[in-house]
């Protein structure tokens, strides 16, 4: 659940060829300091490359998307963007309409928090075909105030820490699920296909209150819209059947209502009045795409920058109070939003000394933006010790994800059961021969081949639960 989107829009988008053009970008000469979300921040201004009044940035690799080379390196145009025009012209592949992208943090921070720059799909210059039609009821991502505030407020409290605390052991019991079953296989095993993909699927049906009976229906609708193969008309079969799959739940829960979020949202269609029942069953429907499928990929795609730093896996299993930094730094360090956030902007606006104009679209490059050295200190290495690592993963501003504090225990439980119970794990494959998802919106691989060695008492092993459950488990002890 790291930045809601819907990504079934964006699968043909990296499909097409990239080529070379030549584009000016104006700039001002002097550079911003630009507004952050931090009081007190005195950092540097970030050195630029300036001729005169004015510079011209050329013969940029200027067709987005942009082609990686490593597949754990971003594509490395990005760096030269960052540095000389972190806001610059570029040529959609897909369509050949021009928009502006953004790789620069203080940059993007500024376009989030700017209420002049428009997520509303519909509006003109809006990045398009990457949307084809306006958004069903209930996506709020794609909605600017009030009617975004109004949905947000409807499952604000849904996201509370403290609500989401008690999810804990349920999330638990299913990964401990997960990892019994692909234990008593034998290696090598796809860890996407039976631990990334069914796990947030498992945890947002619980959430959204699903049926037992009904999960099969949804996991495998859910799954396809992660599918390469899939087509665009099947993601829109696919979200219709969930919409109306919903619908006719939302009807059982309006007469049967239980203590799970639909029934919460149907009870305030009626009791409070400010959503439609539509639109409940939107906001339904988009945390179970969005949220399962950037979750998903962030997992796998965590495991696999894991086995490849094996020194820093020991450190996690040697410290495990080191996983929270851990996870900070892996959502930076891979930023699974691919493809950015959209906005059009609806005024003219000055952002790092370049001037958008309004009806223009803007490509908030979220990855880009989080391996700025300006402000992440030799940002293109994992670090697990970054320290005030404010990065960007979920979005900035009132956008920002709703579902990140959902995210971020999935993820500690995930990784965390995972090391403990398989310690031996490892790539069954070179680096080389994992197929990463590089046509997508969402970044991630499509398979994860992983083999570990059977050793007493580990791998098959529940051991003792979860890390703060063995915490209290060790002071319980030693009283």
């Known amino acids: 659940?790291?930045?809601?989107?819907?990504?079934?829009?964006?699968?043909?988008?990296?499909?097409?060829?990239?080529?070379?053009?030549?584009?000016?970008?104006?700039?001002t000469s002097e550079p911003e300091m630009l507004s952050s979300n931090r009081a007190g921040d005195r950092r540097a201004p970030r050195p630029r490359v300036r001729k005169g009044p004015h510079v011209l940035i050329e013969k940029l690799a200027a067709t987005f998307p942009m082609k990686r080379g490593c597949p754990l390196e971003l594509p490395q145009e990005y760096a030269r963007l960052r540095q000389e025009s972190p806001v610059a012209r570029v040529r959609l592949a897909f369509d050949g309409s021009e928009v502006w992208i953004v790789t620069g943090y203080r940059e993007a921070c500024a376009v989030l928090e700017d209420p002049r720059f428009s997520s509303d799909g519909v509006r003109a210059g809006f990045p398009r075909p990457m949307t084809m039609k306006p958004p069903p009821p209930g996506t709020f991502i794609r909605m600017d105030p009030p009617d975004h505030t109004r949905l947000r407020i409807a499952i604000a409290a849904e996201f509370k820490?403290?609500?989401?605390?008690?999810?804990?052991?349920?999330?638990?019991?299913?990964?401990?699920?997960?990892?019994?079953?692909?234990?008593?296989?034998?290696?090598?095993?796809?860890?996407?296909?039976?631990?990334?993909?069914?796990?947030?699927?498992?945890?947002?049906?619980?959430l959204l209150g699903v049926p037992y009976a009904d999960r099969d229906f949804f996991h495998e609708r859910i799954r396809v819209i992660g599918l390469q193969s899939a087509s665009r008309s099947r993601h829109g079969e696919v979200r219709e059947e969930l919409e109306a799959h919903l619908f006719a739940l939302a009807a059982i829960k309006e007469k049967e209502p239980e203590d799970d979020l639909l029934s919460r949202l149907i009870a305030r269609h009626r009791q409070v009045g400010d959503i439609t029942r539509e639109e409940a069953v939107g906001i339904a429907t988009?945390?179970?795409?969005?949220?399962?499928?950037?979750?998903?990929?962030?997992?796998?795609?965590?495991?696999?920058?894991?086995?490849?730093?094996?020194?820093?896996?020991?450190?996690?299993?040697?410290?495990?109070?080191?996983?929270?930094?851990?996870?900070?730094?892996?959502?930076?360090?891979?930023?699974v939003i691919m493809f950015g956030l959209r906005r059009a902007a609806t005024a003219d606006v000055e952002i790092g000394g370049t001037l958008i104009r309004a009806g223009e679209g803007v490509i908030v490059l979220l990855d880009a933006a989080n391996r700025d050295e300006a402000e992440f200190s030799d940002g293109d290495r994992f670090n697990m010790c970054r320290e005030a690592n404010h990065h960007l993963?979920?979005?900035?501003?009132?956008?920002?994800?709703?579902?990140?504090?959902?995210?971020?225990?999935?993820?500690?439980?995930?990784?965390?059961t995972l090391l403990r119970r398989i310690p031996t794990l490892q790539l069954a494959v070179p680096l080389a021969e994992i197929p990463f998802r590089n046509e997508t919106f969402v970044y991630g691989v499509h398979k994860l081949p992983v083999k570990w060695q059977e050793t007493h008492g580990y791998a098959g092993t529940r051991n003792r639960g979860s890390t703060r459950e063995n915490e209290v488990a060790d002071r319980s002890s030693s009283v």
């Open 1 to 27: 659940m790291l930045t809601f989107a819907h990504p079934a829009t964006y699968n043909e988008m990296a499909s097409q060829p990239a080529t070379s053009q030549v584009l000016k970008s104006e700039q």
């Open 161 to 206: 820490p403290n609500r989401i605390e008690n999810l804990r052991a349920s999330i638990q019991r299913t990964v401990d699920k997960l990892l019994d079953e692909i234990t008593a296989l034998t290696p090598p095993v796809d860890l996407v296909d039976k631990f990334a993909l069914p796990l947030p699927a498992m945890v947002v049906c619980d």
């Open 286 to 335: 988009l945390l179970l795409i969005a949220g399962y499928e950037t979750l998903a990929n962030m997992i796998a795609l965590g495991t696999v920058v894991l086995l490849e730093n094996p020194d820093r896996l020991e450190e996690l299993r040697r410290g495990p109070a080191k996983l929270a930094g851990a996870i900070e730094e892996l959502l930076r360090y891979q930023t």
């Open 393 to 416: 993963a979920f979005g900035h501003g009132i956008h920002a994800c709703i579902g990140q504090p959902l995210a971020r225990l999935e993820l500690e439980i995930a990784w965390a």
